[in-house]
Nanobody, 117 residues
Framework: QVQLVESGGGLVQPGGSLRLSCAAS????????MGWYRQAPGKQRELVAA???????NYADSVKGRFTISRDIARYTMYLQMNNLKPEDTAVYYC???????????WGQGTQVTVSS
């Protein structure tokens, strides 16, 4: 079992920045992939950004150039730096990790991000 705890959400004005953190209960070194998803009211959960075991990253088109995913293996933590936030970024953001040969998914509890003036 992997426990994930997100933090860093909150209320920010358009154009502002936030950094989300996802702390894992064990080493992330061998995780197949780590990612951030988000779900806005009335919408499906969508992938925002992901980073593979090898360090490759990918982003949703809507956040390219504004969001950056990273990880600190020594601290068992993944981050999402979000800059130039827009109202449409408002959602609950979830941390996800994919582990093992059967690619089992684990999820955090979510953290609310609200972008509003």
């Amino acid at each position: 079992q992997v426990q994930l705890v997100e933090s860093g959400g909150g209320l920010v004005q358009p154009g502002g920045s936030l950094r989300l953190s996802c702390a894992a209960s064990q080493s992330i070194f061998n995780f197949n992939r780590m990612g951030w998803y988000r779900q806005a009211p009335g919408k499906q959960r969508e992938l925002v950004a992901a980073i593979t075991n090898g360090g490759s990253t990918n982003y949703a088109d809507s956040v390219k150039g504004r969001f950056t995913i990273s990880r600190d293996i020594a601290r068992y933590t993944m981050y999402l730096q979000m800059n130039n936030l827009k109202p449409e970024d408002t959602a609950v953001y979830y941390c996800n990790v994919r582990v093992g040969a059967y690619e089992k998914d684990y999820w955090g509890q979510g953290t609310q991000v609200t972008v509003s003036s």
